[in-house]
């Protein structure tokens, strides 16, 4: 997982979106904040350690993602593997949002299950989380991408002292298969690509195929 560990003062805002059976993780103290963005439930005591490191013993702690779908059932692996972090952890946490799971569901018209919010940013000057929307993903999104599955460790990408996103330097090597892979149709993407095909964004798709042609043409030292 990847994410942003930045000092007040240095950002405004910080927040992570599309999060659909993802979580997203906030932590904060008094001078520092701590976003991520879970994917697997392994992720989730190597990541929050980093952050947690970083952060002093009284910390507030905000957590949404993931739903249950129409038979009332969902993964909550990740809901469980933070608790169970939560449990045995030595820090003192403050809990201010815990919305995951049926408490994140809704229905849609055709009575399929999915999750209410999916966009959250903190600000840095109030302290106080808030739902978003965010109109980009930001820079570097295929590079940022490989990263997160190149990588088996938590990476922060948000340098404080000079305040820039950096991704740090990591190997990886061209693939052409994958460029098979961005030929193929929309709904095979979806089966193929997402625990939640009718829940994506519209340009979910094409973001993949974005993806899959960095990886088919590109390697850490063409970058």
Request: net charge negative; hydrophobic share 35%; with cysteine.
């Amino acid at each position: 997982s990847s994410g942003i560990n930045a000092e007040y003062g240095a950002l405004k805002w910080v927040g992570s979106g599309e999060a659909t059976t993802c979580h997203i993780v906030v932590l904060h103290d008094e001078s520092k904040v701590g976003v991520t963005h879970l994917d697997s439930p392994v992720a989730v005591a190597l990541t929050l350690d980093t952050i947690c490191s970083q952060l002093d013993n009284a910390i507030s702690l905000y957590v949404t993602g993931g739903y249950e779908d129409e038979f009332e059932d969902g993964d909550n692996s990740i809901s469980q593997a933070l608790l169970d972090y939560l449990s045995n952890s030595d820090k003192q946490f403050k809990l201010k949002l815990w919305n995951t799971m049926a408490l994140n569901t809704k229905t849609d018209p055709e009575g399929r299950g999915g999750p209410i919010i999916t966009d959250v940013v903190f600000n840095m000057t109030t302290k106080t989380l808030h739902i978003a929307k965010f109109e980009d993903r930001g820079p570097l999104l295929e590079l940022r991408s490989v990263l997160c599955s190149a990588s088996p460790t938590y990476s922060n990408i948000f340098n404080t002292v000079l305040e820039t996103i950096e991704i740090p330097f990591f190997d990886f090597e061209k693939e052409p298969g994958w460029g098979q892979a961005a030929h193929l149709p929309d709904h095979v993407i979806l089966k193929n690509c997402s625990t939640s095909p009718h829940c994506e964004p519209p340009t979910f798709c094409q973001d993949m195929r974005n993806m899959f042609t960095f990886r088919a043409t590109k390697d850490s030292s063409t970058i």
